[in-house]
T-cell receptor
Framework: GQQVMQIPQYQHVQEGEDFTTYCNSS?????IQWYKQRPGGHPVFLIQ?????EVKKQKRLTFQFGEAKKNSSLHITATQTTDVGTYFC???????FGQGTTLQVKP | IAGITQAPTSQILAAGRRMTLRCTQD?????MYWYRQDLGLGLRLIHY???????GKGEVPDGYSVSRANTDDFPLTLASAVPSQTSVYFC???????????FGPGTRLTVL
């Protein structure tokens, strides 16, 4: 069946380092959404990308949708302890999510 | 405005017992969803409903049932709980199917 894979599954970084998580789909997606889940919390919507090659920024977060609309990435510049959590990509049209990347930030 | 609420917050349940997890939203969203979250497996869809009166099966529907009698409520029932159903369950809603989803706070269920 259709799958969305995320890598890495876990990432530990020192505060101030950059972080990137990658999302790969086996098929073309109409859009990609990113969610953040803080420890003990619930997923919260961050952003949606729709266009091929689209790049969107939210402060230190940069989201990119691949040209073929089969992959996406989330890059965090100069991580802070508030960035700790699990980041999920997914396509809510097909109701599929990646397994998430859990980010730990050491102060 | 509460958004989307779930009850109970957590529950310990003996295997074989019947359990209903409740989910209510006050956003008048048409679509609602149930996911389970297990370590390393992310969010897996159990059942969904695109509108009141209709439901559909997700990736992992076995052992679970849902109903959507009205717009606001979307209960999830475990007819006879088994230990493999130990998980965190999230309910979510969206204005229409495919739109941004808003998640409830979750129910942590342990089946012994």
């Amino acid at each position: 069946g259709q799958q969305v894979m995320q890598i890495p599954q876990y990432q530990h970084v020192q505060e101030g380092e950059d972080f990137t998580t990658y999302c790969n789909s086996s098929t073309t997606l109409s859009n990609i959404q990113w969610y953040k889940q803080r420890p003990g919390g619930h997923p919260v919507f961050l952003i949606q990308l729709v266009k091929s090659g689209e790049v969107k920024k939210q402060k230190r977060l940069t989201f990119q949708f691949g040209e073929a609309k089969k992959n996406s990435s989330l890059h965090i510049t100069a991580t802070q302890t508030t960035d700790v959590g699990t980041y999920f990509c997914g396509n809510t049209g097909k109701l599929i999510f990646g397994q998430g990347t859990t980010l730990q930030v050491k102060p | 405005i509460a958004g989307i609420t779930q009850a109970p917050t957590s529950q310990i349940l003996a295997a074989g017992r019947r359990m209903t997890l409740r989910c209510t939203q006050d956003m008048r969203h048409n679509a609602m969803y149930w996911y389970r979250q297990d370590l390393g497996l992310g969010l897996r869809l159990i059942h969904y409903s695109n509108t009141a009166g209709t439901t559909g099966k997700g990736e992992v529907p076995d052992g679970y049932s849902v109903s959507r009698a009205n717009t606001d409520d979307f209960p999830l029932t475990l007819a006879s709980a088994v230990p493999s159903q130990t998980s965190v369950y999230f309910c979510a809603s969206s204005d229409q199917g495919g739109d941004t989803q808003y998640f409830g706070p979750g129910t942590r269920l342990t089946v012994l």
